[in-house]
Structures are given as structure tokens and as C-alpha cells.
């Protein structure tokens, strides 16, 4: 039996305490020379930590989102019984695979028009946006085999990475016609602002670079309609202001959002379609049968969309103590990413802030999602006069390939409705 060998991470320069964003071996795996054990991501790039030599994987030492080293153990590992154990300070200090360089400035030569891709032909690289794309070298190399864009292709993996599961979902809709493969949306023109006046940059954030894409992607990719209506939360907020002193002594704060969530379950359950998601081959819907509820959070650093997890199953002071919790890990960057995960429905209540109405954009994979607005007093005829009620307005954007006009504006009476009767939602 060949001797054990412990693999550490190689020289990778002047990084320290890098984080592994994915481990792709388990005890019990075999591994051939070169093959990628983890993969680890800095502030500037990603980058893959190979196997010496062949053979098997005896034990992993570190898991995602652990902080790694030089000379820190990934795996032990038992070499192949044909090949000799390396020296342990070739281990060491074998150097890191190269990282993919940025793409350098280079002069705009315009390029020909090209024709459409056919449906179940992928279309051609785009060098410039394969270089951006947010995966590990494996995966780069994995997608240059098989001739993919890693810039179409959507992230699922830890971070919104691509991983190789993801480019081969993404060659299976290509060929069966699911993605559209032609021409690109014409770029925005690029202009020199300073010639125009002084001006100062402001980096983006970590969460802003995130998100952006994700929200162009569903913008483009979704057919976008947003359904508006007003709910009378009249007799919401007299309850709620009532049940505010027992929250108070729970230490909960409860605000409106506690109910448009235990009230959006009820209407999702009458309205499964609203909780679904369209499968990837395009033909089928999933259905899902848990009610993961996301809301969107502003925090410093911005965005955010917080999961409450079988909002069906909890009361309506469960679910505001929820929220609170959620918010306040949110606001201290200590949300872990499983409380960002498997949502299926989202609100945006921006009646806190102010507004009357706006067009929230779809949370994909979701198919809907539901903005709150200011809620204002107005005067609204019971048949006789003229009464002073309190409307909250609501505005519903939805995925117009799962869901129709005529659903939707169901699904929002039905909800408007349920809220004027608070009175069933406090169990």
C-alpha cells in the first residue's frame, strides 16, 4: 500500500485566509493528476487547487466557506500503488493554476454582423464576457470543451457561481430550443462624463455586483406585467395597533408585513400557480408545495431578500419575530446564504419610505412578486357616501409565460380581500 500523503494548499501569492467556495471530492472518490479538489475565490479571482498525483481520497479536511492558506491540509490523500508519493515539499510548493488574466484594453475593431444562431446550435463566445463570468478555471476549461458562453449561462452554485452542472442544464435548453441563442441587445454607449463637467466614482458594493446581473437577466428574460390594486387595511391597522402592546411584551415589533405574509400563504394556496416556477426544459411547471416566504430588506450595504422558511406553519407573532431576526442579520452582513435560499414568493414593502405604486422586478426562478406601497386615506363610497378608509396599494409583477392577466388580478382581490378581514389572520 502506497503511503498516505496530506495535500495543502500550493503558493498562491500574497492571498491568506482565502475562502473555499467549493469542495469537489468527497473520502472514497479517485482523482487522476491535475483533477481540481477545491476551488477557492479572492476579492480578484477564482482559482482551482489540483490533485499532485492520482489516487484516492482518504479525507477532506475543509468545507465550503472555510478560510484557507498556504500549508493549510485540503485533503488526505492515498496515491495510486503504480506511482511514487511525491516529496512533501513539492506538495507545498507547487505553484496555484494560473489565474485567467482580466482582459486587457484592446482597440474596438468592429465586428461583422452575424446571423442568428439556430435553435439547438450554440452560439459563439464571447471572449470579452466568458472572461467576467463568475466560475472557477475547471468550469472555464468544462465550457470551452463544449464550446458554451459561461456569460449565458445563469449561476446557481454558492455566490451565484456557474458551475458544471449549470453549463450542462444550459447546453440541454439550447438544444432543445428552451434558450434563445441569437444576437445580443445592442450595448449601452460608452461617454466620458468628465468632459461634460467634474465628476467622483463610487465602487459598487459586493451585494450590488451581485444582484445587478441577476436583475438584468430576469428583466430581460421574463416577460414582465404588473397587475395594481389597493386593499382596505382599515380594519388591519386598528388590530394591529391593538395587538402592538402583547407583541411589545414578546419584544417583537409588528409591523403590516407580518400580515401580507401570513395573508399572501392563504391566497398561494389558492392560487398555486403564483407559487410555482417553470422548469428548465421550458414545458412543465414545478409546483411547490412549501410556502418560503422572501422579503426585500435594505441594509447599508444594499438589497437584500431574506427567506422566512414554512411561513404556512407559524402564527402571525412567530412569523414578525421572523422578520425582525431576519432584518437585523441582514443589516449586520451576518445573514448566512441557506437564509437567502429557496424562496417562493417575494414582498417588496416600500411603505415605510413613501410611493403610490411601482413595478417590482420578478425574483426568478420565482413568478411573482408583490410591492406595497404608502398606505393613504382616501374616500371611498359604501353605496351611500363617502367614507374615510385606509387603502394600501399593491402592486403584483408576475412572469406572463405562467401567469395570466385574469389570474392575477384574481390573486390580488383575493389577497385584498383576506386583508380586510384581519380578523382571520391572527392564528
Do not use: C
Amino acid at each position: 500500500m502506497s503511503e498516505r500523503i496530506e495535500v495543502k494548499v500550493p503558493d498562491i501569492g500574497d492571498f491568506a485566509d482565502v475562502e473555499v467556495i467549493d469542495v469537489m471530492v468527497k473520502a472514497g472518490d479517485a482523482v487522476a493528476t491535475e483533477d481540481p479538489l477545491i476551488t477557492l475565490e479572492s476579492d480578484k479571482a477564482a482559482m482551482d487547487i489540483p490533485a499532485p498525483q492520482s489516487g484516492t481520497v482518504v479525507s477532506v479536511h475543509v468545507g465550503n466557506g472555510d478560510k484557507v492558506s498556504e500549508g493549510t491540509t485540503i485533503v488526505t490523500l492515498e496515491p495510486d500503488a503504480t506511482q511514487t508519493a511525491a516529496p512533501a515539499e513539492t506538495e507545498t510548493t507547487e505553484p496555484a493554476p494560473a489565474v485567467e488574466p482580466p482582459t486587457s484594453a484592446a482597440p474596438e475593431v468592429p465586428a461583422p454582423k452575424a446571423p442568428p444562431t439556430p435553435v439547438g446550435q450554440l452560439p459563439p463566445i464571447d471572449e470579452a464576457s466568458f472572461s467576467q463570468a463568475h466560475a472557477s478555471p475547471s468550469v472555464r476549461k468544462f465550457a470551452r470543451e463544449l464550446g458554451v458562453d459561461l456569460a449565458r449561462v445563469v449561476g446557481r452554485g454558492q455566490k451565484h457561481r456557474i458551475t458544471t452542472q449549470d453549463v450542462k442544464v444550459f447546453v440541454k435548453s439550447v438544444m432543445s430550443g428552451a434558450v434563445a441563442t441569437g444576437p445580443k441587445l445592442p450595448e449601452v454607449p460608452k461617454v466620458d462624463f468628465a468632459k461634460f463637467g467634474p465628476i467622483e466614482t463610487e465602487p459598487l458594493t459586493r451585494i450590488q455586483k451581485i444582484s445587478g446581473p441577476r436583475l438584468q437577466a430576469a428583466w430581460i428574460n421574463l416577460p414582465h406585467v404588473t397587475q395594481h390594486d389597493e386593499a382596505d387595511i382599515t380594519e388591519l391597522e386598528v388590530l394591529r395597533k391593538q395587538l402592538k402592546p402583547e407583541a411589545a411584551e414578546q419584544g417583537l415589533k409588528l409591523t403590516p408585513l407580518a400580515f401580507l405574509v401570513k395573508a399572501s400563504v392563504v391566497a398561494l394556496k389558492e392560487y398555486p400557480r403564483v407559487n410555482s416556477s417553470l422548469a428548465d426544459d421550458g414545458e412543465h411547471l414545478v409546483l411547490k408545495q412549501y410556502f418560503h416566504i422572501g422579503f426585500a430588506a435594505d441594509t447599508p450595504n444594499g438589497l437584500i431578500v431574506p427567506v422566512l422558511k414554512n411561513a404556512d406553519k407559524k402564527t402571525l407573532f412567530e412569523i414578525a419575530g421572523e422578520l425582525g431576526a431576519l432584518s437585523a442579520k441582514a443589516r449586520e452582513g451576518k445573514l448566512p446564504p441557506t437564509d437567502m435560499q429557496g424562496g417562493t414568493f417575494t414582498i417588496s414593502s416600500l411603505g415605510g419610505i413613501g410611493g403610490t405604486a411601482f413595478t417590482p422586478i420578478v425574483n426568478a426562478p420565482e413568478v411573482a412578486i408583490l410591492g406595497a406601497s404608502r398606505s393613504q386615506m382616501k374616500p371611498v363610497w359604501d353605496g351611500q357616501a363617502f367614507q374615510p378608509r385606509l387603502m394600501l396599494p399593491l402592486s403584483l409583477s408576475y412572469d406572463h409565460r405562467v401567469i395570466d392577466g385574469a389570474l392575477a388580478v384574481r390573486f390580488t382581490t383575493f389577497l385584498a380581500d383576506l386583508l380586510s378581514r384581519p380578523d382571520e389572520l391572527t392564528d
